[in-house]
């Protein structure tokens, strides 16, 4: 069974799950700081990335971008956008988050409570789209637009 680390970027503050294949190992909400620390135990991360679609942007992306950066200074991470993320789990470059949360859960289970979790107990908010990234980064060995980063390598 093989970890995967899911990251949902953001630009002071990140999403991670821990994802075994079948279930959430951990899920958390990380300041980008903390973030760096963690990423050393693993070797599967996997992040969603930015992708341009012509339109301005805000400070906040440059920061997220910023950040994906400083995380590659400390893993290697299989770079992943979020329209190969709804393409996998949903089969629409349309799919809503509320979609993409919809076709985890038929697919792994309820959520679950505290006193009965189900396979996905403990996600929420951002941590759907880092879950969603861990398991399209399981599920597949590429996508078709992914990026491999570490600092002083890309790979297209």
């Known amino acids: 069974m093989s970890i995967v680390v899911g990251i949902d970027p953001g630009p002071r503050e990140s999403a991670v799950v821990v994802w075994n294949g079948s ?14 620390e963690f990423l ?5 991360i996997a992040c969603e990335w930015i992708e341009s679609f012509g339109m301005p ?28 993320v709804k393409l996998h789990l949903c089969g629409s470059p349309r799919a809503k988050d509320g979609n993409i949360r919809q076709a985890l859960i038929d697919r792994f289970g309820p959520v679950g409570t505290k006193k009965s979790p189900g396979p996905l107990f403990g996600i929420s908010s951002h941590r759907w789209a ?3 990234v861990a398991v399209t980064a399981h599920d597949l060995e590429r996508t078709e637009h992914e990026a491999m980063f570490h600092v002083g390598e890309t790979v297209a």
Not at 59 to 69: D, E, K, N, R
Not at 71 to 80: D, G, P
């Open 40 to 44: 050393w135990d693993y070797g599967s």
């Open 23 to 36: 279930a959430v190992v951990s899920s958390d909400d990380r300041t980008n700081d903390t973030m760096r």
């Open 130 to 132: 880092a879950l969603a």
């Open 57 to 84: 942007v805000g400070q906040s992306i440059f920061q997220t971008v910023f950040a994906i950066g400083g995380f590659a200074q400390h893993a290697r991470l299989r770079l992943i956008p979020r329209r190969d």
